[in-house]
Structures are given as structure tokens and as C-alpha cells.
């Protein structure tokens, strides 16, 4: 199934700068290189889990607007860490405002594939597979794959 609007799959791909989410990218990267799909990474946020409880005294907008570079940088990061200095042109970014694994499930709608690492930043050390990959696996509406890194597990 190709995504609306265009005749090249899509492939979601959740990031959050850990090293799984890179190992995810660069299993996707390899994938649509052999079969010609597009790439849109995304990564999340929300309160109080990505950044912290809100600053009080700041504007919303203000707190969204620098917590949005952030995550921004982040993604760019990961891009670049896989891809190096010039991404090819089927690879997007993005950065969204919400729970994870529901902005995942969200932007694989039209997606022919999500992929995301087995865990990131928000798990607890010493699980297989975290809480997002699990809910990704359970609700998304596309096939999902679920990439280990080569990182040594705490034990």
C-alpha cells in the first residue's frame, strides 16, 4: 500500500536520539533503499515526561518553541548519524507534540511500515522492549518492526 498522495511506500520511523532509535533509522534506511520508500522520522513530546514539569511563569509558546529546537536538533542529529552530512531526498523529519507511541500510531495511518527501536530514553534498565514499541506492536495499523541496537544490555 503506498501512501496517499504518492506512488512510494512509507516508512515511519520513531526517533528519540538513543542509540536504538538510530539502529532503528539505519534498518529503515536500508530498507527503503532496497525497496524505494520514503523515510519520515518523527520524534514526540509531551509533559512532563520529555522535558520535565513546565517552567512557571513562561508562556506556553515560549516553552513549546524552545522545547520544539530541541527535539528538532534531536532528530537532526539522528538523521545525521545515520545518513551523514547530506540525507538523500526521501527522508523527512518531524517533530510532534504528543505521546509517543500515540503520535506513532497516528502518522502510520498511512504509512506501509512503522519501525521503532526496541527501547529509548524513557525505558528502565534491564527491559527487552519498552513501553512505546509494545503499544506500537499492539495498535498500529500498518506492520511494525521492532530493532534491537548491538548496545549491551544492563544486567
Known sequence: MASAG???PLVVVGVDGSAESVAALSWAASYAAATGARIRAIIAWHYPAAAGPAPVGVAPKAISDDVRAQMQE?????V???YGSSSPDKVETKVDYGHPAQVLIDEAQDADLLVVGNRGHGSFTGMLIG???IHCVTNAPCPVVVV????PTDS
Open 6 to 8: 504518492s506512488s512510494e
Open 74 to 78: 534531536a532528530v537532526d542529529k539522528t
Open 80 to 82: 545525521t548519524e545515520v
Open 131 to 133: 513501553s512505546v514499541s
Open 148 to 151: 534491537r541496537s548491538n548496545r
